[in-house]
């Protein structure tokens, strides 16, 4: 029997909660693209997850790596960003009236992983992501991408005010 997942982030876990403490059960995740928030969308998400029943509720862990679609800081150039991320979460259960959403189980014990992942997801992108180290960037005078072609045109004229800065340049 095929079973087609609609939300392949959301796993059922009513099984562990009733289980007692220590009893474990691995999740292997492997979704080429999924909407982890309204603001992020990964492909290639991929790893395993392990759920251990505790006395407070489920402890969370694992490791997952996807890819996702961002601009380079220099050339502006679009370019899948690796991305890998470690978890390391109790989710409460019951869900008691202090327990933060992203961070407990529901009473229907089904578990959207998808706004927590979004959470670490978020952090592990770079705040200047480059398409690669070497990145050229654009050109200052005319906008071309510096990676792709050389410009031709006449070097720009220093500002007479600032010519004696021209020095610390050499």
Excluded at 75 to 104: K, M, N, R, V, W
Excluded at 114 to 139: F, H, N, T
Excluded at 152 to 166: F, K, V
């Amino acid at each position: 029997m095929l079973l087609v997942k609609l939300n392949p982030l959301r796993i059922n876990v009513g099984f562990l909660l009733h289980a007692s403490a220590g009893t474990h059960h691995d999740f292997e995740i492997e979704v080429p693209s999924v909407q982890v928030g309204d603001d992020l969308r990964v492909g290639e998400l991929q790893g395993v997850v392990r759920l251990t029943r505790t006395g407070e509720g489920l402890y969370l862990q694992g490791r997952l790596g996807a890819l996702t679609r961002v601009s380079c800081n220099r050339c502006l150039t679009e370019f899948e960003q690796p991305l890998e991320i470690e978890l390391g979460d109790l989710l409460a259960y019951p869900p008691g009236p202090e327990a933060e959403a992203l961070l407990s189980v529901p009473e229907t014990a089904m578990l959207d992983l998808a706004p927590l992942l979004r959470e670490y997801l978020v952090l592990d992108i770079p705040s200047r992501p480059l398409c690669r180290p070497e990145c050229k960037g654009l050109c200052p005078e005319c906008g071309n991408n510096l990676n792709e072609s050389t410009c031709e045109h006449p070097e720009s004229q220093i500002d007479p005010r600032l010519a004696s800065l021209s020095s610390l340049l050499s």
